[in-house]
């Protein structure tokens, strides 16, 4: 049977004009039948037919109480979660997404070429890029380092790192985490922080980095 993701793009605070081409590029991977919708009745529903949940680029608050009851049951029963760039704005008010991503958002520099380090090749959504990955995003700073986040099974796994010495703006310092992935108790969670232009997702090592870390995620990676 082919794996199902759920995508969800609903926005209640900035919208990215890039939705629209990352959606479709979840769709042509070919790999999953794609729900995706805008509708937070959706996640009020059942949740175990999806291999995972994908949040990509949400914004502001997006679900209800039940939404939030039914996400956090899923995800620690066993299910996927990934969450992408704008993922990071989204349920601030809700303590245990802080959690369940590893970081919330803080700000960002202007959209502008840079690098990214990659620490940790074993990872499908990191192996195949280079050790220096040359891109352009607008390079999120984070309210807290994710690498000090959880314990034990739940700790997080940092993939790539920011150089904040390759662009201007950036306010974390030398160790700049960019794109991790953890266990939220039975369950894996991927966040990547790129993706923010249209130009990512026709950019084929972005595109594989995405399907990897959605393949971890939904268990199709190992």
Request: proline fraction near 6%; aromatic fraction near 10%; glycine fraction near 10%.
């Amino acid at each position: 049977m082919t794996p199902r993701l759920l995508v969800y793009t609903r926005t209640t605070d900035y919208r990215h004009d890039s939705i629209p081409d990352a959606v479709a590029a979840v769709r042509a991977l070919g790999r999953y039948t794609v729900d995706h919708t805008e509708d937070p009745a959706a996640l009020e529903a059942p949740l175990d037919r999806y291999a995972a949940v994908v949040f990509l680029s949400t914004s502001g608050e997006v679900l209800t109480p039940a939404g939030r009851e039914r996400l956090a049951r899923y995800v620690d029963s066993g299910g996927g979660f990934a969450g992408v760039h704008a993922a990071a704005c989204t349920e601030y008010d809700w303590p245990y997404y802080g959690e369940l991503l590893g970081a919330r958002f803080a700000r960002h520099p202007a959209l502008q070429p840079g690098r990214a380090l990659v620490e940790d090749r074993a990872h499908p959504a990191t192996r195949h890029l280079p050790a220096v990955w040359e891109f352009t995003d607008e390079w999120y700073d984070f309210r807290t380092n994710p690498r000090k986040q959880g314990r034990g099974r739940g700790r997080v796994r940092v993939l790539a790192t920011a150089d904040e010495s390759s662009y201007d703006g950036g306010r974390m310092g030398p160790d700049h985490p960019l794109v991790w992935c953890r266990e939220q108790e039975a369950g894996r969670v991927f966040y990547t922080a790129l993706g923010h232009a249209s130009e990512a997702y026709r950019d084929p090592g972005f595109v594989a980095h995405l399907a990897g870390g959605i393949g971890w995620a939904a268990g199709v990676e190992r």
